[in-house]
């Protein structure tokens, strides 16, 4: 293993996916009879190992190369090539698509855990897997017979790429503000006008064909979001037969010359110049925004993913390197001018940081995994009430997800590049490039401060706050249910503070809103939103810490070790490693991170608003 290799932690991923989720329990429902616990493990196993020998030796390669416009077609990097193409015929970039169309229809969970390896491996190639999908699941659920029959299963097969239009120059968080035009010419058919920037893989040579999903509004309809419809806009016209027809006056008017992701194309895309752009509309004439948000729910999720990947494959490289390089002494022998010089991961600053990246990494895999999970859940729910339950689990995850694990995992690549020092900054090493990619992270798919909006004033705020109610009852049984454990009790009575506080904030927002008003309260939304990510991450770590603490003590009574640290048994058994590991981490993440995004809400506890008044 090197410090520049791609590393997973697979004991962590197996813990997460065997002993804490028991995702091996969705094979006991007819829609997922075919996901045993061994197949389920031997999906991602081999899931990763894809990853690691076929994408990620591109990653350094393609972001050097970059995209580049050829006679008004977009081409990317030659390296990418093969990898798509195996993806595709292996499965891999299509694990969750259904059957019916050729994906290999597996939990939504275990889509997750393999993306996790290719984001990791190459994101401007996970990047292509991602929106593809998520532009066919949105002709599977709002198209016709028709436009399922044409684009689906080529889409689920790499033939043709998928894109997610909304952007516009005038209209980014605001998309409401969209100016693309739609006038129909009857059968579901109209014709599309605008321009759309931003566009990812919003053009390649990569597929015959790419599908666009487009945000649109019909000549007439109201302004806003509310006057919005979707569109499948082919590049291409793809005839009844199934062949390539005419070109559906799509152009790309440019790629962008970005920090990150180069083997991304991010294109600004004119429809409709020559007035004959035509557009077939997925569901109503006004539905659009609703029906993006299917597609856009699961793409936060996967862009949350992107700090778990990221800042995972950052930890991995500087855990490595923190062990080859050898730097000064020993902190304690500092003055005998002979002392054995030390890795630099013997010196306790590093180590801060290094702990400080594995408990968020944990606590983001945590976090994701266990909202994938609800989306599966809710599928083979077996009841309404069963249903609604997730669903509600799913809106109020979703921001978190979004937002606070792509700002943690910047903040994890930023110690790593620390921890390298200054071959950190060199392209010598991949840390640089994690951190350049990762960068978009916070930014598309809605910026933090739009998630934090998102999750105070639709989530919290939806029926009278049960949303918020339903999260906290969740927290409060598993105090109740372990406030006694003899090694973790206390850790849930330092917990239990969190949820108070948290309590109390949301009793203050309602205060602060019928005084100072809704600009006070979005004020503080996004702090909020880092802190109540972080307390739910807490909650879930606190979970596995239990588990591991169970395992613990069983290894434990066979091993007759009554003294952990003295027993050698740590040394010796590398399951009794992990779990008193899992069980250190936990605790740092909750004495010592929770209270970091607690700290952030200060100034709303003070009830500072002067960012309000200032002249700036
Ligand atoms: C590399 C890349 C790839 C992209 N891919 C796609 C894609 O595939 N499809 C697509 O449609 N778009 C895509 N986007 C666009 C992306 O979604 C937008 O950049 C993003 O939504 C922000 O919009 P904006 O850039 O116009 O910033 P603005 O909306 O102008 O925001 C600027 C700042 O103001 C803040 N802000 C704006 N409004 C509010 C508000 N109401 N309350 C609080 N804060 C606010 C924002 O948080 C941000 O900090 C991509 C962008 C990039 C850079």
Redesign the pocket.
Known sequence: MSSTELTLDLRDIHFAMREWLQLGQLGESEKYADFDQDTIEMMVQEGIRFGIEVVFPTRAESDREGCHIEDGRVKVPECMHKPYQQAYELGWASVSASQEYGGMGAPASIGLIVNEALNGANLGLGMFFG?TSGAAELIGSFGSAMLKEKYITKMFKGQYTG?????EPQA???VGAGTTSAESVGEGIYKIKGT?C???SGDNNLGENVIHAVLARVKGDTEGTKGLSLFVVPHTRVNDDGSLGEWNDVSVASI?N?MG?HSSP?AVLNFGDNDDCLGWILGNEGQGIAAMFQMMNGARIFTGLIGLSLGGAAYENAKTYAHERIQGTNISNKRELDSQRVSIVEHPAVRLNLINMKARVEAMRALLYYTALQFDLETIAKSDEEKLEKQNMINMLTPMCKGWCTEIGLEVIQNGIQVLGGVGYTKDFPLEQLYRDAR?ST????????QA?DLIGRKMLRNEGALFQQLMQHFSQLITEHKDHPELGSLLNTFEGYCESLYETSVSSQEIMNTRGMKAL?LYATPFLMFISSVTAGWLLLQQAMVASEELEKIRETEGADNLDKSGLLEENEDALFYANKIKTTRYFVEAIIPQFNALLEGGKKQNFDALDITF
């Open positions: 929106l894109t997610m239009c909304l952007s980014g968080s605001d759309k931003w566009i990812s962008e970005k992701i991010t978009i930014i598309y798919e809605g910026t933090t401060d739009i909006l979005a």
